[in-house]
């Protein structure tokens, strides 16, 4: 398994611009300019990239990942058909994690709730003391 990669924070960067944009970046045939923006991650995984997609998830408007695919196999481009397949991916994803959120956040008030409730049973419950106190005294006189 490799190690993590910090990934660049530079605007320039194609993942970092996917990311604050929200939209796809598709290269296909780098040129030799742009092959030097991506020659020291290239150096981290190993690989020469060829061409890349960057496809943001998207949740509630913003973004809050990048899916990069770099190097089809058997050196083909990208094509709008990957493309649609990796946003596909990237709104199950994106729905995915809306959902745990939902769940998540669905247990806490449960549990929230339940607190309340044992906590309010148990002060009713030091109020009610009293009251079959003075009732029980009441009774006896």
């Known amino acids: 398994m490799r190690e993590n990669i910090e990934i660049s924070t530079d605007k320039d960067d194609y993942v970092m611009r996917a990311f604050i944009h929200g939209q796809k970046i598709m290269k296909n045939k780098f040129s030799e300019s742009k092959k030097a923006e991506r020659m020291w991650l290239d150096s981290k995984i190993g690989t020469f990239t060829q061409n890349l997609l960057c496809m943001p998830i ?67 419950l030091k109020a009610y003391v009293p009251l079959f106190t003075n009732l029980s005294t009441a009774i006896e006189q």
């Open 58 to 124: 998207n949740y509630a408007d913003f973004s809050i990942g990048v899916i990069e695919l770099t190097n089809k196999p058997k050196k083909c481009e990208f094509t709008d058909l990957d493309t649609k397949l990796v946003e596909k991916v990237c709104k199950n994803l994106a729905s995915g994690l809306l959902q745990e959120e939902m769940e998540t956040n669905l247990k806490n008030e449960q549990k929230k709730q339940k607190q309340m409730e044992q906590k309010l049973n148990s002060n009713n």
